[in-house]
């Protein structure tokens, strides 16, 4: 704006008659007509700079909002309850979750068949074992069943801060931060369902083991009291429905 007043009040200082005795100021309208065009231009110019900075300056500022990061972390919460449930399944007991020894006490309780060189007492205190195996494999299932309901509440309360932290996020990376907790979350909520799924899926596997020797056993048993293999006794005839 300086420039354009500053262009006209020129404009009409160079277009003055010289001479003590001028009453009349001549101003020539094709020289001032060029003088505002060229004043208009120069305002054009640094209006365009001006919002060329604003523009500039804005990008910066979501550029800083971009990079803020999320001042919220709920990885503890989803480790305290993985913990938990990995907890319960390390102080299971009965039937071993490690595999080979897993596969070592399954091939002695659960024999395919019994041969006469078992005696009557260790067919009972095998029996004894297969029924409690099928008892602790239960009592797991239950427990982290009961596990996976205490963690809905603590579940249900990450996910609504997660929301809302997502949802007031400034810039992507708070998003993007938010979402991959949202994600975590959903995670360790699947591998729970495993979990459980698996601890069920095991208690109905070793009862349906305990069963199957349960009617080999009876076999055994039938065949020894009709005179074949060695007798039973008092002792082991107590174990005789486990």
Do not use: C
């Not at 009040?9 to 020289?31: F, L, R, Y």
């Not at 003088?35 to 979501?62: C, D, G, K, S, Y």
């Not at 997660?162 to 360790?188: D, E, I, K, Y």
């Amino acid at each position: 704006m300086k420039k354009f007043l500053f262009a006209i009040a020129t404009a009409i200082m160079v277009s003055a008659t010289p001479g003590a005795q001028a009453q009349w100021v001549v101003i020539d309208p094709s020289n001032l007509a060029q003088n505002i065009m060229t004043a208009a231009r120069a305002l054009e110019q640094i209006n365009n700079q001006i919002r060329q900075l604003q523009n500039e300056a804005q990008m910066l500022t979501n550029q800083a909002k971009n990079l803020t990061g999320l001042d919220f972390s709920a990885l503890n919460e989803l480790r305290s309850t993985s913990a938990a449930t990995n907890e319960l399944l390390q102080q299971a007991k009965g039937m071993a979750f490690n595999l080979s020894q897993m596969e070592t006490e399954f091939a002695r309780l659960y024999p395919d068949t019994y041969t006469a060189a078992t005696s009557g007492n260790q067919m009972a205190i095998d029996a004894r074992a297969r029924w409690r195996n099928s008892l602790e494999a239960l009592r797991t299932a239950t427990a982290v069943q009961s596990q996976a309901v205490q963690s809905f509440v603590s579940d249900e309360q990450t996910l609504a801060d997660l929301v809302n932290r997502s949802q007031s996020a400034v810039g992507a990376l708070q998003a993007m931060q938010a979402t991959n907790q949202l994600l975590a979350l959903q995670s360790r909520q699947a591998i729970q369902a495993q979990q459980l799924q698996i601890t069920q899926d095991r208690a109905a596997a070793l009862e349906q083991a305990r069963q199957v020797a349960v009617q080999e056993r009876a076999r055994e048993v039938s065949r020894r009291f009709q005179g074949h293999g060695t007798p039973y006794t008092s002792t082991t005839v107590n174990y005789y429905n486990h």
